[in-house]
């Protein structure tokens, strides 16, 4: 690890301490928050527990389902979208004004569209990770140098040759960005329709252990939650920079 | 002329989609342009609503009052403070990526019931993304205009005034519009969640008892009131970025 990797990881777990600290010290009460070893506590416990992991499984399948909707979706949307100048320019606030509206409010339509059970809870992490995606497909596109149209003009690539040796390499980083702001939105959609809506999953426990003063519980799954978004982030983001420092060796 | 046209396209598509939704669900998962346009007006006059529109509307600016000034601030220390800035921007990036609304129980148990939590709450969704543009508008300023500012011996007040915010601002800018959405999201969740009044109270209430008038007429205004917000911002955006470039 860098010496950067380090300072971070000092500053992370020196804020941990702190708050630590402050908890054990009675300066953070009991009933307002646990401290956080305490939390680690409860979290192997709950990880023990068959039926909790099955909340969580049901939580992380969902919001798998979401994510690869949306990423396909969302990158044919964009795709399409940048083809039609028209099209674009209308849609144009609706993309950029997407996510000040809570979509939750529209469970009821989405339950007698799609039902009782998983799909509305899916589809509202889809509604929310999709425009991200389409955004940065968009981004992407625009953003490939126009020397390189000519360059493929001068080569005579057809259209398929072209999108996969010059459009969709110059947009890749743009892409990862948009799969990076999906994952979290759909992480952000699933979960927080399953916390007001919904009775099952990692959101409902969540809200369920909250509603009870169950401190534990609730402290617990939102560790985990922060442990599996962190974990995923930064999965992709090591990703991202091998791939930076490939293009910037090749 | 052209932008009416745009605007009317959108119109006449979302109404479109509207109106099938309607016609595949009907007036029970969603009403219909007609009856919600009809109920905005029995909603707007009745008294309690103001109240509610009040509620809202107070804690939205201040919790984007905070989310701006607490943005700008340490986006513009990290900024300015290289290491500090390498140190904290994936820290920065994590936390933006949390689902917000799984920690609205410690909000609560901080903060109380009421409009303190709220305005924590919409802070909280705001403040990050206005950090993370500010710290890579001021990394991003070009470092001959800062050895031209040297050169001519600007004092550390001209050189705020004249170098720094110009070059920076475009980008803040942009950022300020992310961060305006996600506030007023975070107030309308704090608000469906646990509270007695304001926008987001009253459609949860709505949803709670299947009033899908009330739940359409509350989004139809959300919507408007966003997307005028965000048409200012933006063209504010696109006059500020495009004075850098001919510049």
Known sequence: ?250 | MRRVGDVLLLLAGLGAVWLALNALAGSDAIAGPGETFRHMQTMAARPDFARHLAETGTAFLQALAYACLGGLAIGLWLGFHRLSGEVAEPILVALYSLPKVTLYPVVLLIFGLGMPAKVAFGAIHGVIPVAIFAMNAVRNIDPTLLRTARALRLDLRQTVATVLVPAALPEIVSGLRIGFSLTLLGVLIGEMFASKRGLGFLVINAVGLNDTRTIMAVAVMLFTFAAIANALLLALDRRLHRRGETA
């Open chain 1, 1 to 250: 690890m860098t010496r950067l990797g380090w300072l971070r990881l000092g500053v992370v777990a020196a804020l941990i301490g702190l708050l630590e600290a402050l908890c054990r010290m009675g300066a953070i009460g009991r009933l307002t928050m646990i401290p956080p070893s305490d939390m680690a506590v409860a979290l192997v416990k709950l990880l023990q527990d068959p039926k909790m992991l099955r909340h969580i499984g049901e939580t992380l399948r969902n919001v798998a389902v979401a994510l690869v909707l949306a990423l396909a979706f969302g990158f044919v949307a964009g795709v399409v979208i940048r083809a039609l100048p028209r099209l674009r320019r209308a849609l144009e606030p609706l993309l950029a004004t997407w996510y000040a509206v809570p979509f939750f409010m529209f469970y009821p339509l989405l339950i007698v569209i799609f039902g009782l059970g998983d799909l509305p809870v899916i589809m509202v992490g889809f509604l929310f990770a999709v425009v991200a995606m389409i955004v940065a497909t968009l981004n992407g596109l625009d953003r490939v140098p126009r020397v390189l149209g000519k360059v493929a003009r001068v080569h005579r690539l057809n259209g398929a040759a072209r999108a996969l040796l010059i459009d969709l390499p110059c947009a890749a980083p743009y892409l990862l960005t948009g799969a990076k702001l999906a994952l979290a939105y759909s992480f952000i959609g699933v979960i927080a329709s399953e916390f007001i809506m919904s009775g099952s999953g990692l959101g409902h426990e969540i809200a369920f252990a909250y509603n009870n003063f169950d401190n534990r519980t609730m402290y617990g799954l939102m560790l985990l939650v922060i442990v599996l978004v962190t974990a995923a982030n930064m999965a992709l983001h090591v990703y991202e920079q091998r791939q930076l420092r490939k293009r910037s060796r090749g």
